[in-house]
């Protein structure tokens, strides 16, 4: 069966500080893979999405930036942390359009 | 603009009564809806999805209803149980984008 895996599950940085969030699938290949923002209390906003390795979608200007490796890894990154960045981080999978995606865990990200 | 939104942001229900929760979207080119449940602390978990070209569609003690013609998605929980108690987003995909647009939620409150 397929999974997917996030890490850390919390995180505190100070502001002006790089980011690394990793995301990987297991059990899947070629899948397309999803980054998405929520703030409290409120729905999910897709930041990133890529059908591929290397292919990589923004869809809200921001101060982060995603990259794909290798197939099963999708990766959020930032160079300078705001404090606007605090949030809940999720990755998500799909076998292809118009299919379910399947969540990780997230990442609450808190920036001081 | 696109937008999924819900009726109302909490809904309390006693334990072993159905619970209806309701979602309106505007985008009609959408054609594929998907109910996610969030419990406090963890990624939204798939619970079941529907495609334009039917009606309804049902799972164990779910069911789902799209009235595409007044653009609304209900999620039908039968015999609510203290483990239902979460927040539940619908969720449109238009056309095979692959890019899903969440509604703010709603919190289900299950009293016992």
């Known amino acids: 069966s397929q999974t997917i895996h996030q890490w850390p599950a919390t995180l505190v940085q100070p502001v002006g500080s790089p980011l690394s969030l990793e995301c990987t699938v297991e059990?899947?290949?070629?899948?397309?893979l999803y980054w998405y923002r929520q703030a409290a209390g409120r729905g999910l906003q897709l930041l990133f999405y890529?059908?591929?390795?290397?292919?990589i979608s923004s869809e809200v200007p921001q101060n982060l930036s995603a990259s794909r490796p290798q197939d099963r890894q999708f990766i959020l990154s930032s160079k300078k942390l705001l404090l606007s960045d605090s949030g809940f981080y999720l990755c998500?999978?799909?076998?292809?359009?118009?299919?379910?995606?399947?969540f990780g865990d997230g990442t609450r990200l808190s920036i001081l | 603009g696109e937008s999924v939104g819900l009726h109302l942001p909490t809904l309390s229900v006693q334990e072993g009564d159905n619970s209806i929760i309701n979602c309106a979207y505007s985008?009609?080119?959408?054609?594929?809806f998907i109910w996610y449940k969030q419990e406090s602390g963890k990624g939204p978990q798939f619970i079941i999805d529907?495609?334009?070209?039917?009606d309804k569609r049902q799972g164990q003690r779910v069911t789902v209803l799209l009235n595409k013609t007044v653009k609304h998605l209900s999620l039908q929980i039968a015999a609510t149980q203290p483990g239902d108690s979460a927040v539940y987003f619908c969720?449109?995909?238009?056309?095979?984008?692959?890019?899903?647009?969440f509604g703010q939620g709603t919190t289900l409150q299950v009293k016992p």
């Open positions: 998500a999978w799909s076998a292809d359009e118009n299919q379910p995606q399947h």
């Open positions: 059990g899947t290949s070629n899948p397309n």
């Open positions: 890529s059908v591929g390795i290397g292919q």
């Open positions: 985008n009609s080119a959408s054609d594929y």
């Open positions: 529907i495609r334009s070209n039917m």
């Open positions: 969720a449109e995909e238009t056309s095979n984008t692959g890019k899903l647009i």
